[in-house]
Each structure stands twice: as C-alpha cells, then as structure tokens.
C-alpha cells in the first residue's frame, strides 16, 4: 500500500460509482421482492391453515344487518357489495358537505383576520387558535355528546316556521315531490347557468370594445336566482311540500339529517375551516403591500384591487394548501366510526369485515377507495392550481 | 363660499400645497410642520438621511400615508377623508416605487393597461395602443408580452415608469428609484427620467441620484429629522449650503 492515492486511467470496480449504484439497488430490490414475497406467502399459508377463503365471491352474499342510512334504497336483504356502495356514498356525502362549508367557514375566517373591526379579528384568532389544536376526535364527541345529545325531544322540538325541526334525534326539513312541469325549473336553471357563462364572454368583449364596465356578478346572481323563480311562478310551483310532522314520538317525512351526519359534517367543517383559514390569511399575507400600494397609486378602487391583484396572487398559495387540506378531511371523515356514522369504512371495515372475516379484500378495497378518492381531488386542484400558478422564466 | 374662492386663486399657480403638514406614528413625530408649494411643470429632487421622512412627505401626496394635521391639495382637490377626492387626487398622480412594485401575475402589456381599462375605462384596443406608446419611450417595446420575472430591474423599473404614464398623470412621485438597481442599470432608468423632466412633468423625485440632481431639479429639497431644513437651486445647495446639517449630510454622501 503506498502512501499516495493511485490516479488510474480505470478505477477498480467496486471504486466506480456508477457500478456502485447499480449494486446498491439490486441489493435493494432484491430485499423488496424477499420482504413482499414473505408477506404474501406468509398471508396466504395463514388463511389456508384457517380455511379461509380469498376471493371477492363474498360481495353477493346477502348481508343480514341495517345501516343507520342509506342514500340508495337498502335493507338486510341486500348483498354485501351493496354495503359497499352504501358506505362508499355516505363517505362522498359527508366529504363533500364538509369539503363545501369548510372553504366557506375558512376563506370567512381567514380574510376576517385582516378586518379593521378589533373584535372580528379577535374573534377569527380565537376560532382558529382554539379548533386547530383540539384533536379532531375529541371535537367529533363534544358535537355528538355535548351539543347535539343536549337537543330537546322530538316533542320539545326547536323549529323555524312549523317546517323545519331540530331535536335529539336529527334535523328534519321538507322535502320536495316533483309533479308534472317540474322539468321547465330544471330547464330554467340549466338555462341560467349557460347564460352566466354567455353572459361573462359577452360583458368581456363590450369592455375590450367600448371600455363600458358590466356587473357581471350581480346580474349573474339575479338570474341563477331569478329564472328558476319565474319559471316556478309561471308553472304555479310544480312540486309537493312534504313537510315533516310528529307523529308519536318522532317526526315522519320531508328529509332527515341523523345526527351522526350532522355531527361528523360540523365537526369536520369546523376543524378543517381552521386550517383553511389559516391557509387564506397565508396567501393573502404572501402578497406585498407593495402590490397594494402600486395599485392604489394607479387609482384602482380598494374592490378592483383585491379582485385585480390580490386574490389572483394569494391563490397561488392557497390552492396547494386547500389541496391537502381536502385530502385530509376525506381521510379524516373515517373517524364516523367512532360515533357510528355509517361511512365506508365503519360499514365495510366495521361490519362487513366482522361478518365476512374478508379482511385484506376489504382493507384493500377501502384503501383503493380513498386512494382514488384523494387522487382525484389532487388532479382537480392541480388543474385549479396551473390556472392560478404565476407564469415566470 | 368666499373663503374657497379665495383658496382656489392662491392655489392657481400650484399644484401642490402642503400646508404645515404633521404626521406622527405612534408617539413618534415623522413629519413636523412641513409646508411645501410646487409649481406646475416644477421638478423637485428630495434628499436627506434615511429616516429623515423624505419617502413619508412623498407618499403623503398621494395618500399612501395618512397625515393628522395640515392640509394638502392637489391640483386643486384637497386631501380629506373622502374616497371621491383620494381617487380623483391617484388620478392626477402617477408614482414609481424603489422596489418596483410591477404585477407579477401578469404580462408587461397588462400591467400597463390595467389602469386605462379599469379606471380609465378604456377600450382594450386603446389601452393597449397607449401602452405600446409609451413601452416604445421606455425602450422595451419588444418585452411586452413577457412576465416581470423575465426582466432586468432596469427593465422593470422603466416598464413600472411607462405604467404610471399610461394614466396620463398631471404629476410624477419618484420613492428611491435607482435605490434597488445595479449600478450599470441606474443610468437607462435616470435617461428616461431626464426625458421625463425635459418635456414637462411636474417631477418630485426622492433619490440620492446628486448628478441628476444638478441635471434636472429646480429645486432640491434637503430633509433631517421629519423638517425640511434646506430648500435651494441645485447649485446653492451643493456650493453654499447654510446648516451644519445639509453640509454633514453632502459630506458624507459625497465623499466616496
């Protein structure tokens, strides 16, 4: 061995990186495919020694129990792959509830942090501080235990004008029964939301071409609102109030909202819109003042300047935030197990696995729920995000 | 009735009066009884330390800050809390900012016709028109569908120039506008200032720009301590200044 290091036109092998690195990785894949082929060896000698079958054969199985509520006709006749879809739509419904009123309560609170009102501030400080760092478990139990299980009686009920009704056992409101002529609403507000869409293309050219500025947003509202109403005057309103009503113990008709849905629905809501706030005063934050200032000098109104300048920029920010702040939510509405709300995964993990013993099929298939579950959403925020995204280099 | 009319004949020639202006922040007294009268066509060069409230009294005038004694009228619309007299009074006054201040989200040719389409309300043709018109002044006619990221600061700046332009202002604010430039950058930016200046503006211009100084201004103004101290021709103040104050300040700025 010399003193000095050898300079070699061709380094020994094992001193070359690049072979180097096609070792390290075979060693790597190699341990993989030993650790993976273990597991599932290993699996399935263990379900055969149980005399477990695998398979999907067990989704046409009749399933023999209730679920607490359903968006689709079912009852314990049904198969086990109903089930499925039960718990599946259930788990869609509350994401999108939550997903909806989340961005609402969030952009509210997160711009109210920059109120001039003290006490808005305050108030938006205070809501944040206080629902980000209470676990969400805890959260989903204080509205179901402490709130919700504190309602009146079916018969003690709180009610807005004799049709909607609030109690222990749920929030009742009428529903309506389409009849003949129902279809020129539907018609009327198809034909509302292409004319919003005419109706900004058109506003937006006469600006370009005589400079005339259109309230688009106002007359946009006034029609989403105003054709389906003149539609249900001219059609003398085409649908049947059913209007909940106590009969015994319990309301009968118009729709229900358990308050398990109702529940988790608030408790996701109010834990997610934190966050979500926090994401908006972040993007709004991220912009300069000297955005602002530039604007001001320039003369455009303190509306134009947020429409105009700032909301473009802070969405830059946001956009990514919201995305994973969606995700978690969807994945965040599995704690309805915990209070009984029928979801996907208290369903089909809870009692169709118990039943069934199917325990990878069923993990499996409920992991690939979410999974494209949350894929989805990504792409559609990724979209969102490239059309907000700042074009620079 | 008689006192406003009295107001406006005194305010004819100028158009800007700062009347015994005072700003404090907190506890802290920024601006002290500042009176200052610009005429039209007038350009103003404004130096001092840092802290001295030269960038404070500039974006005074155009309400970027509020002031809570004195009056100020511009062009004969006086500075009160009215939002009808701030826009009529951002109208009139056209303001270029040390750091740019460019809108990142959109392109050069927007940033320009913002103003004109939104404010203005201008067709996009005219607008647009206007904007190539003063990009070809500013020099940069080529960089027009480009992003602000894609432009030197210079570029930048003078892009930041031909936006204020486009508003057709009656007055020009200048905060520091080489402060944030490259040293080979300095000169294409104060060239278009110059230009600026020999067709007329009403220019008041903050800057530690003295060669400019003595090019351009009618009259420099030299602030210390929330006061303006000095006001003279270019050549009084940098030959003959009066206070141990101004003569300090010029010692340290020019001895390197």
């Known amino acids: ?393 | 009735m008689s006192v406003e009319q009295e107001k406006t004949n005194e305010n004819n020639d100028d158009i800007i009066v700062i009347k015994d202006l005072n700003k404090w922040y907190g506890e802290f007294h920024v601006l002290k009884d500042i009176n200052l009268r610009v005429k039209k066509g007038e350009k103003i060069v404004i130096c001092g330390p840092s802290g001295s409230g030269k960038s404070t009294m500039t974006r005074c005038i155009n309400r970027l800050e509020e002031f809570q004694r004195g009056s100020l009228t511009v062009n004969g619309v006086e500075m009160i809390e009215d939002v009808k007299n701030i826009e009529a009074i951002r109208r009139e006054v056209g303001m270029v900012f040390q750091h740019f201040n460019l809108f990142p989200h959109l392109t050069i040719l927007e940033n320009l016709t913002l103003g004109p389409i939104w404010v203005q309300k201008k067709p996009k043709k005219e607008a647009e028109a206007t904007a190539m018109k003063y990009l070809e002044r500013v020099k940069i006619p080529d960089q027009a569908n480009k992003f602000p990221g894609q432009l030197s600061g210079g570029q930048q700046q003078r892009v930041a120039i031909a936006r204020s332009l486009c508003m057709n202002p009656e007055i020009m604010l200048f905060d520091e506008p080489t402060s944030a430039l490259d040293p080979e950058m300095i000169k294409e930016v104060l060239d278009v200032m110059i230009e600026l200046a020999n067709e007329g503006m009403t220019m008041l211009c903050v800057t530690h720009e003295m060669g400019f100084a003595k090019k351009v201004a009618d009259r420099v103004i030299f602030m210390d301590a929330g006061e303006i101290v000095e006001q003279n021709t270019p050549e009084e103040i940098f030959n003959n200044p009066q206070t141990d104050r101004l003569q300090l300040f010029l010692s340290q700025i020019l001895d390197h």
């Open chain 1, 1 to 393: 061995m010399s003193e000095k290091p050898q300079v070699k036109s061709s380094p020994s092998f094992f001193n070359n990186p690049r072979n180097r690195s096609i070792i390290y990785q075979l060693l790597l894949l190699f341990g993989l495919g030993y650790f993976f082929y273990s597991i599932i060896s290993n699996t399935l000698a263990n379900m055969e020694a149980r005399g477990i079958q695998s398979g999907y054969d067990f989704l046409f199985n009749t399933a023999g129990f209730d679920i607490l509520m359903s968006l689709i006709p079912y009852d314990a006749t049904n198969t086990y792959g109903r089930t499925f879809i039960v718990g599946l739509l259930n788990t869609v419904l509350v994401s999108i509830i939550g997903i909806i009123l989340s961005t609402i309560v969030g952009f509210i609170m997160g711009v109210a942090h920059f109120s001039h009102n003290l006490l808005i501030r305050k108030l938006a400080t205070a809501y944040v501080e206080t629902f980000r760092n209470i676990p969400l478990l805890l959260q989903i139990f204080f509205w179901y235990f402490a709130v919700l299980a504190a309602l009146p009686s079916a018969r003690q009920s709180m009610s807005l004008g004799e049709v909607i009704f609030l109690n222990v056992r749920g929030l009742y409101f009428p529903g309506l029964t389409p009849e003949g002529g129902a279809s020129v609403v539907y018609a009327a507000i198809a034909a509302a939301i292409i004319g919003i869409f005419v109706l900004k293309r058109w506003a937006k050219k006469r600006q370009d071409d005589t400079g005339q500025q259109f309230p688009v947003l106002w007359v946009s509202l006034g029609m989403l609102f105003g054709l389906p109403l003149l539609a249900l005057i001219v059609m003398g309103f085409p649908f049947a109030w059913d209007i909940p009503y106590l009969k015994g113990f319990n309301f009968r008709g118009g729709v229900t909202v358990i308050p398990e849905l109702m529940a988790l629905a608030l408790a996701l809501t109010v834990y997610t819109g934190a966050f979500i706030a926090e994401a908006v005063r972040a993007g709004i934050q991220a912009v300069p003042h000297g955005q602002t200032e530039a604007a001001r000098s320039i003369g455009l109104k303190e509306g134009k300047i947020m429409k105009l300048i700032i909301v473009p920029q802070a969405m830059r920010v946001i956009v990514p935030l919201l995305n994973s702040e969606y995700q978690s939510l969807v994945k965040n509405s599995t704690l309805a197990t915990a209070i009984g709300y029928p979801d996907l995964f208290t369903v089909f993990v809870g009692t169709t696995l118990n039943q069934t013993g199917q325990a990878i099929e069923i993990v499996f298939m409920t992991m690939a729920v979410y999974f494209v579950v949350n894929m989805t959403i990504s792409f559609l925020m990724n979209r969102l995000n490239s059309s907000v995204a700042l074009t620079e280099r």
